[in-house]
């Protein structure tokens, strides 16, 4: 069944409410695959307490700072990975399609709509401004306490952000 046929507000809200635990890290300090990797990315699995299952990921520009982003998908019944959430740095542009909101050169964070399921658009497509943060340890932050995710902070040693 696609998203798109069970998506609803009352399901985004579960998602993001619901407390969820770290359960493994899949991925710590991974370099992307490249001859000259760009970024390094860390990806771990978390389980609700309704038991949904969700994978976590953050992934940093290792030459520039504004270029993060870390975020939260669901697996679906199907298996289907469902981004709901991306905490976005400030080294991109921005524009929603559902209202034309720009956000240029700013710290943004897209969630999955319903309006976009329907759409057929990229679901976390709409973003909104985020002055909470400026660099992947405070979106990492942010993310954990909007999602309730245990396990992921504050364990500052989890995700470095120098390269060496």
């Given at each position: 069944?696609?998203?798109?046929?069970?998506?609803?507000?009352?399901?985004?809200?579960?998602?993001k409410?619901?407390p969820?635990?770290?359960t493994?890290?899949?991925?710590?300090?991974r370099k992307?695959?490249?001859?000259m990797?760009s970024?390094?990315?860390?990806?771990c699995?978390?389980i609700s307490?309704?038991?949904?299952?969700?994978i976590?990921?953050?992934?940093?520009?290792?030459?520039?700072d504004?270029?993060?982003s870390?975020g939260?998908a669901?697996r679906?019944?199907?298996?289907?990975?469902?981004?709901?959430?991306?905490?976005?740095?400030?080294?991109?542009?921005h524009?929603?399609k559902?209202?034309?909101a720009?956000?240029?050169?700013?710290c943004?964070?897209?969630?999955a709509?319903?309006e976009?399921?329907?759409?057929?658009?990229?679901?976390?497509n709409?973003?909104?401004l985020a002055?909470a943060?400026?660099?992947l340890?405070e979106?990492?932050l942010?993310?954990a306490?909007d999602y309730?995710?245990s396990?992921l902070?504050?364990?500052?040693?989890?995700?470095?952000?120098?390269w060496s």
């Amino acid at each position: 069944m696609a998203f798109a046929d069970i998506c609803s507000e009352e399901l985004l809200s579960k998602l993001k409410s619901t407390p969820k635990q770290v359960t493994n890290w899949i991925a710590k300090n991974r370099k992307k695959p490249s001859h000259m990797p760009s970024h390094i990315e860390w990806t771990c699995e978390a389980i609700s307490s309704d038991g949904d299952s969700f994978i976590i990921y953050m992934r940093q520009n290792i030459s520039l700072d504004d270029d993060f982003s870390c975020g939260i998908a669901w697996r679906s019944p199907d298996g289907e990975q469902i981004t709901i959430a991306r905490y976005n740095g400030s080294s991109h542009d921005h524009i929603n399609k559902s209202d034309g909101a720009e956000f240029v050169q700013q710290c943004h964070i897209h969630q999955a709509t319903v309006e976009a399921a329907q759409r057929g658009w990229s679901l976390e497509n709409h973003a909104i401004l985020a002055e909470a943060y400026t660099c992947l340890d405070e979106a990492k932050l942010l993310l954990a306490d909007d999602y309730i995710i245990s396990g992921l902070v504050p364990n500052v040693n989890q995700l470095p952000l120098s390269w060496s």
